[in-house]
């Protein structure tokens, strides 16, 4: 009997298991499978989006974290290098020989600061402008930092660094001269410099006012053409021949001032040393947000 009490009570509780697992149940897990459903569809919809945002988030920062990576991988390569720079000799004040005999300026005091901040080491040569350029060209120096416009020109053939400084040039004659407008100017032997964007100008206006050009190497001895009646009028990048006024040095007034300006660079040959680019780039800009290039700016401009 108790066996039966027994069997009973396991048919019993197998019916009501069953009964409780074959309707109920199911009826609670289909609702159960639709509300988990549609929780899940709502679940699943905002979870999906919110994975598709977080991947696209993901992707976007992954994106941006490996050009920073790309950029800082590029810059870093630079570390622990010496790079062979090419500058300008008379070109005050980017660059010139001081009264202690030191070669500074502007381009040494920013381009040594920024390869101190970057760590990395520059050997200067300086063998004036188109000489550093050829120098450049010839692989005899990696880079040259010598108040060097950024033109569309110059782009074909060589990577600039972001631009430090903008520059229009400048036509100037003896201060006691008579010449005062390009017109006056016309037929007269004037001087530039070879190879820049000075003597560019001087060729445009050549044409148009009838001048006949002579080119030398180095700015300071422009202007001792200028002095000496060898040459009327000279063509420098105006910040340059205004600096040299202004402290006495060049005996000159400025005549007229191109409507154009240009960017000033630090150049490399095409493809070559990109991390030295990435490097000056990141320095400057750092040396911008921190105040150095003001500081080094003040040193020559009030
Ligand atoms: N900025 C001018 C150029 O690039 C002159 C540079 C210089 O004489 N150092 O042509």
């Known amino acids: 009997m108790k066996k039966r009490v027994i069997a ?13 697992c074959g309707s109920s149940s199911t009826t609670e897990e ?11 569809d709502t679940t699943d919809a905002s979870a999906a989006e919110e994975a598709a945002e977080d991947t696209a988030e993901d992707e976007t920062s992954a994106e941006a974290e490996a050009e920073e990576s790309d950029a800082s991988a590029l810059y870093e390569e ?5 790079y062979v720079i090419g500058t300008d000799t008379t070109f005050a004040p980017f660059e010139f020989e001081n009264d202690e005999g030191e070669h500074t300026g502007i381009d040494i005091e920013l381009f040594e600061a920024i390869a101190d901040e970057m760590g990395f080491t520059i050997e200067w040569d300086i063998l004036g402008f188109s000489a550093s350029v050829a120098a450049l060209e010839a692989g005899q120096v990696d880079g040259v930092m010598a108040g060097m416009s950024i033109t569309d020109e110059r782009m074909e053939k060589y990577d600039f660094s972001d631009s ?17 407008s390009l017109d006056d100017l016309a037929g007269s032997t004037v001087v530039a410099k070879t190879g820049t964007t000075g003597s560019q100008y001087a060729e445009e206006l050549a044409e148009e006012y009838g001048l006949e ?4 190497e180095e700015s300071s001895v422009m202007y001792l053409y200028v ?3 060898q040459a009327v009028a000279c063509f420098e990048d105006y910040p340059i021949v205004q600096y ?3 402290r006495g ?7 007229n001032t191109s409507e154009y300006s240009y960017p000033t660079g630090m150049a490399v040959l095409s493809g070559n040393y990109p991390e030295l680019v990435a490097a000056f780039n990141e320095g400057f800009a750092r040396l911008q947000e921190d105040g150095t290039y003001d500081e080094i700016l003040s040193h020559y401009f009030e």
Do not use: H, P, R
């Open 8 to 20: 009973l009570l396991l048919a019993a509780t197998m019916a009501f298991a069953l009964t409780a």
């Open 30 to 40: 289909t609702t159960d499978t639709t509300d988990a459903t549609a929780a899940e």
């Open 78 to 82: 630079a570390v622990g290098q010496t």
């Open 164 to 180: 430090y400084y903008d520059c229009s040039i400048a036509v100037a004659v003896a201060s006691d001269s008579e010449i005062e």
């Open 213 to 216: 050009l002579l080119y030398v």
């Open 227 to 229: 002095a000496s009646g």
């Open 244 to 246: 040299e006024i202004a």
């Open 249 to 255: 040095n060049v005996d000159c007034k400025v005549i």
